[in-house]
Antibody
Framework: QVTLRESGPALVKSTQTLTVTCTFSGFSLSTSGMRVSWIRQPPGKALEWLAHIDGDDNKFYTTSLKTRLTVSKDTSKDQVVLTMTNMEPADTGTYYC????????????????WGQGTLVTVSS | DIQMAQSPSSLSASVGDTVTITCRSSQAISTYLNWYQQKPGKAPNLLIYAASILQIGVPSRFSGSGSGTDFTLTISGLQPEDFATYHCQQNYNTPRTFGQGTKVEVK
């Protein structure tokens, strides 16, 4: 049974650094064809993909936030951590982690399991 | 970055209706297109991947089609549990990008 769960602060202040942790079970990031992604959603707005990491420690970031994001993993704990620096009120939203898997090369990657999300509010 | 545009942004429908949502990408993405359903306060749920492949457990009233830049999600015979927001997402390249969402509301 695959599960993911996000944890982190509910409230951060402007200019502070956000650290959110994704703890997962039911799969191994070391398995080929697995990644963990971070996706966020401001209240009432669209989903925004932020970053992903795979078992070989390959990391990719969204273009607009690349300088503020770092994703890392702790394989021994089955955890993936996202840090975002210099937080501002526009970063308020629900932060999700999701498992990305590839069915076959022709199908590409998709997010088949998601955590419940953690709401982060940035105060000015 | 590839931009994804959904239309309409919202629609009103009744139980039993057939609903079609469109997603257009800013460049050709073959069939690297996924659809998700999201209910209020919940995480998105994968419905369709590779433009037309139904995820396990998803009812057959959901279907997807398209390739290149134009894609559609169709719900045939809308059920009460289908009132939700639907998102398309491209996985042709990184960064992954989502459409702005389409909210299906009760008429």
């Amino acid at each position: 049974q695959v599960t993911l769960r996000e944890s982190g602060p509910a409230l951060v202040k402007s200019t502070q650094t956000l650290t959110v942790t994704c703890t997962f079970s039911g799969f191994s990031l070391s398995t080929s064809g697995m990644r963990v992604s971070w996706i966020r959603q401001p209240p009432g707005k669209a989903l925004e993909w932020l970053a992903h990491i795979d078992g070989d420690d390959n990391k990719f970031y969204t273009t607009s936030l690349k300088t503020r994001l770092t994703v890392s993993k702790d394989t021994s704990k089955d955890q993936v951590v996202l840090t975002m620096t210099n937080m501002e009120p526009a970063d308020t939203g629900t932060y999700y982690c999701a498992r990305a898997t590839v069915g076959a090369p022709i199908t590409g990657w998709f997010f088949d399991f998601w955590g419940q999300g953690t709401l982060v509010t940035v105060s000015s | 970055d590839i931009q994804m545009a959904q239309s309409p942004s919202s629609l009103s429908a009744s139980v039993g209706d057939t609903v079609t949502i469109t997603c257009r990408s800013s460049q050709a993405i073959s069939t690297y297109l996924n659809w998700y359903q999201q209910k209020p306060g919940k995480a998105p749920n994968l419905l369709i991947y590779a433009a037309s492949i139904l995820q396990i457990g998803v009812p057959s009233r959901f279907s997807g089609s398209g390739s290149g830049t134009d894609f559609t999600l169709t719900i045939s015979g809308l059920q009460p549990e289908d009132f939700a927001t639907y998102h398309c997402q491209q996985n042709y390249n990184t960064p992954r990008t989502f459409g702005q969402g389409t909210k299906v509301e009760v008429k």
